[in-house]
């Protein structure tokens, strides 16, 4: 009876079938898939044997092609095997059996070829399945080092102008020091000079009479001693007389004193290189906050940062990022605290029931859980019913966006200090009745991904004739008429120049170019006015851009909201210069968001975490701020979008209250922009349109609005 040995991983049922029990190999066989149940045995060496050699301790197998599909073993010649031992592991004929495997459990040879095939295959379909992951790592890996790259050919150009700086710094020291040295010196040569002349003078002029008269003594003249005596006694006596500067009008002292010695420690310990170890598969999270949250109450998460070992990370400095996905896929922050011990605080607010998400980065990757699924409730103790598998950030409920309120803003159109305003969104006063109409003009959008829909709308821009929105969750800039008509949108999701990931500020500069912040690309694009990729910058030197705007000189100024500065940029890519830090001084910035620039070309930023406004020349000097945490006039609460009329009034969107305050240059508050009608919901971006109006962003509502406003 012959049997066809068929291999599923080839495909071919007639594909001829060798099996090697031991590691021998019979060189007339026809070339064939090979079965070696010994892995040690050295096919190659046995290949190199005699033809006519065979061994008693293998026994190969072979479909010969013209003669059927019998398989034939070639210990027993004629025979056919159609067994396999199972302790053996074997291919075996009937006298194999009898002769050496009689007390041998067996199976079907075609049985166990079929077996050992699927098995193979399914071997061979979890190897190839983990490719994809491979090459994900590898290619994250690759950015990375990218990123590292960047970072270091920046770092180095940073050291090389700072110390540039430094040097020229000195330089102009040193120049200075010698110039006030030399006229120090100048000006004491020149008293001593002036009153060494003076002596000299009247030595000459006594020594000159004193030579004449003596003369004329020594002579013994009469009539010479009374011509003598006429012409010179009196002026002897004014020379004996005379008042004359005998002590030193001036000094010698001329000493340089130079505190070198602290000079010289501050420029040992100048500068320093910033990392961690910190990797996000073993950084861990843990506290009541990534499960469940109060309504209106601060809760806290604790993240520990580990290295690729699990160690311990004992210093700060890391860079880490933590996003809120409310129920309708908006977006909001909170504020991280390092320690500079390793661990860090993240404090958030809720103020609405619901589910949401909470995503931990570490350097954009997720730390260990995240995403971290949490509920909303009322009080402590209503506890969280079970919720379902779905995301919570992509439930897709109708119900508010980024910490949606359900008070209104109230506002008025005159421009009046003191205006008594109502409760914010924050608040829970007596209702109050806006006698003047709301401001509104006409709204745009909902929540989708088509044209005229956003999803988390975030920076705006005005051009001469059009408005521009930065729609961050769908990766494009879409271009809008004054009037509210749909332009254009361009825009490709992606890491590659040219392509959006998160874009979250957009700006028109004078020469019509677009320029668009792009959040998690870490890099800020240039495209034309039609959508044409021109180039990009700050790359390698962004944490975080969030806004973007242009001076008067054309430059392009960036809000870093991860690395709390501010970069000016030449659109070439060069960097003109950066100022800011972490912190609460005046300098320093707690999340900065957008920028404005006036007509003195001044820069206009709004620091979110600090609920403050701050003003600075444009080579980064700090003037003036304005603002507090709270909801009175004047007060914010993490303020956002920010924009400059031609009076130099500041209007700014001031998220946590839901409302638009205007203030007049020096941070005087003057009023609102009336929203009472339709209330805003976490306004971002702002800017004023050519024709006068106001134009915010109202992320929680996936709509932008035009407001009227008179200057």
């Known amino acids: 009876m012959e049997k066809r040995a068929q291999c599923k991983m080839r495909g071919d049922s007639t594909w001829p079938l060798q099996l090697c029990v031991s590691g021998g190999f019979d060189t007339r066989s026809h070339p064939a898939v090979v079965v070696c149940a010994d892995p040690s045995s050295n096919h190659m060496e046995a290949q190199q044997g005699s033809p006519d050699t065979s061994s008693e301790e293998c026994t190969v197998l072979e479909a010969l092609p013209g003669k059927g599909s019998g398989l034939i073993c070639f210990q027993h010649k004629g025979k056919v095997p159609a067994l396999y031992c199972l302790p053996c592991e074997r291919a075996v004929c009937e006298d194999c059996i009898v002769e050496q495997h009689v007390d041998h459990p067996t199976d079907s040879l075609m049985k166990i070829v079929d077996q050992q095939c699927t098995a193979l295959q399914e071997r061979l379909d979890a190897a190839k399945n983990r490719l994809p992951q491979i090459r994900g790592a590898a290619q994250v890996l690759r950015d990375i080092q990218q990123q590292l790259s960047s970072q270091k050919n920046s770092i180095e150009e940073d050291i090389h102008s700072s110390f540039s700086e430094l040097h020229k710094t000195l330089d102009t020291r040193k120049s200075v020091l010698l110039m006030e040295l030399e006229v120090t010196y100048g000006l004491k040569q020149k008293v001593l000079q002036a009153q060494l002349d003076t002596l000299l003078k009247e030595e000459a002029a006594i020594n000159s009479n004193c030579s004449v008269t003596g003369e004329a003594l020594d002579g013994a003249s009469e009539a010479a001693v009374l011509q003598t005596h006429k012409d010179f006694g009196e002026r002897l006596s004014e020379l004996a007389s005379q008042g004359l500067p005998l002590q030193p009008e001036e000094n010698d002292q001329l000493e340089l004193m130079m505190e070198v010695e602290g000079l010289r420690k501050s420029i040992h310990n100048l500068g320093a290189i910033i990392t961690t170890n910190a990797v996000a598969s073993q950084t861990e999270a843990c506290g009541e906050g990534l499960e469940q949250s109060v309504v209106g109450q601060p809760t806290s998460v604790i993240i520990t940062t580990r290295d690729k070992s699990g160690g311990l990370c004992k210093t700060g400095n890391a860079v880490i990022s933590a996003e809120i996905f409310t129920p309708d896929g908006s977006v909001t922050d909170g504020e991280i605290l390092d320690h500079k011990n390793g661990t860090y605080e993240f404090l958030y607010t809720l103020h609405k029931e619901g589910d949401f998400s909470l995503a931990l980065r570490l350097y954009d990757q997720h730390i260990k859980g995240s995403p971290f ?94 408005i521009l929105i930065a729609d961050s969750n769908n990766q494009c800039v879409q271009i809008f008429s004054n009037q509210g008509e749909f332009l254009s949108r361009f825009g490709v999701r992606g890491r590659s120049p040219g392509q959006l990931q998160r874009p979250t500020g957009v700006a028109v500069h004078p020469n019509g170019d677009i320029i668009i912040a792009d959040y998690d690309n870490k890099w800020v694009s240039i495209f034309t006015s039609d959508g044409k990729y021109k180039a990009k910058l700050g790359s390698g030197r962004l944490m975080g851009p969030k806004g973007v705007s242009v001076d008067q000189n054309g430059h392009v100024i960036v809000v870093d909201n991860k690395a709390c500065m501010v970069f000016i940029f030449q659109p070439s890519g060069k960097l003109v210069t950066k100022f800011g830090s972490r912190g609460n001084g005046d300098r320093q910035f707690a999340g900065p968001h957008f920028a404005a620039v006036n007509n003195n070309n001044e820069i206009i930023v709004t620091d979110f975490h600090n609920h403050s406004v701050k003003v600075f020349s444009a080579e980064g000097e700090f003037l003036l701020k304005f603002g507090s945490n709270g909801e009175g006039n004047g007060q914010f609460n993490a303020p956002t979008g920010v924009a400059v009329d031609v009076n130099g009034n500041i209007i700014v969107a001031d998220w946590g209250n839901s409302r638009i305050q205007v203030f007049d240059g020096s941070g005087s508050f003057l009023s609102y922009i009336n929203t009472a009608a339709d209330p805003l919901y976490g306004p971002q971006g702002l800017a004023l349109t050519s024709d006068g109006h106001v134009v915010v962003a109202d992320s929680g509502n996936h709509c932008f609005k035009v407001y009227r406003y008179l200057q």
Not at 388 to 408: D, F, I, M, V, Y
Not at 413 to 423: H, T
């Open 373 to 466: 699924r949490l509920k909303a409730t009322s009080s402590p103790d209503d506890s969280p019913p079970t919720t379902s598998g779905a995301n919570a950030a992509s439930t897709g409920s109708s119900e508010g966006g980024a910490r949606r309120r359900s008070a209104k803003s109230p506002g008025s159109r005159s421009r009046q200090k003191g205006v008594r305003r109502g409760g914010s969104l924050f608040s829970t006063p007596k209702k109050k009745v806006n006698p003047i109409e709301d401001d509104l003009i006409f709204r745009i959008g909902t929540k989708g991904r088509n044209k005229g829909e956003f999803t988390n709308l975030q920076g705006v821009a005005a051009s001469s004739d059009s």
